[in-house]
């Protein structure tokens, strides 16, 4: 079969699963059944069970991937649309990053050196919570292994957009500006969808907060793993 047929058909496929699996959450919506954890999890099962190399998959898969820079930049849309509100709250939003991103690297860390964690996969998973293209430079940069960030990047991003509805409700915060602050802050790209469904100044501060979050965290981060590990 030839790369452009595989290409396609794997294009096609990721874009039934992602549909059919937008239908499933319309019906039954719970974090378990939110369509990027479903479709992630169909193509892990897929791939393992027939034995795909994930290189295969990309060879369609790379397409649907180079949407995602255009689609970053969409959201600085409904970021000029509340500008007037991001003005208003600059300092929290600056001090909230702030504090989130020591706490999101601190976190992976501590929790990571408890369970006895090899030092290379503690300097992978330390920058979990920003985006995977800052989250494997920081990693590659501290001795880390990149597919290895990889993978938590995508642990931290899913696991944000399908618990922290719950989250906000369980903590009662109903400030839009938290909401969006916490989940762009913890969650980058993937959890700025999410938020985005709560609201539009959500998705705004979101967007502004994973920006931040990764400057942030490409700053502190090799700091932190050398003062701690």
Avoid: C
Wanted: positive net charge; without cysteine.
């Amino acid at each position: 079969m030839s790369r452009l047929i595989l290409g396609i058909l794997f294009i096609i496929l990721t874009v039934l699963i992602f549909y059919l699996s937008k239908k499933l959450y319309h019906i039954i919506p719970t974090p378990f059944t939110l369509p990027i954890f479903i479709t992630s999890l169909f193509f892990v099962l897929l791939l393992i069970i027939f034995d795909i190399p994930y290189q295969t998959y990309m060879i369609g898969g790379q397409w649907l991937d180079h949407f995602l820079g255009p689609l970053v930049v969409a959201l600085a849309l409904p970021l000029y649309r509340q500008r007037h509100l991001v003005k208003k709250y600059a300092t929290t939003i600056f001090i909230g990053v702030a504090i989130g991103s020591i706490i999101g690297v601190t976190s992976g860390i501590v929790f990571a050196k408890w369970f006895s964690f090899e030092e290379v996969i503690i300097q992978s998973i330390a920058p979990k919570s920003v985006t995977t293209p800052v989250a494997l430079s920081i990693a590659d940069s501290v001795g880390g292994n990149m597919t290895i960030a990889a993978i938590g990047v995508m642990i931290a991003g899913i696991g944000g957009a399908m618990f922290a509805p719950l989250m906000l409700r369980i903590f009662r915060i109903d400030h839009p500006v938290a909401r969006g602050l916490g989940i762009g802050t913890a969650s980058h790209a993937i959890g700025t969808a999410k938020a985005l469904e709560l609201g539009e100044l959500e998705g705004a501060i979101s967007a502004l907060a994973m920006t931040i979050t990764a400057i942030t965290v490409s700053i502190i981060a090799p700091f932190l793993l050398q003062w701690l590990l």
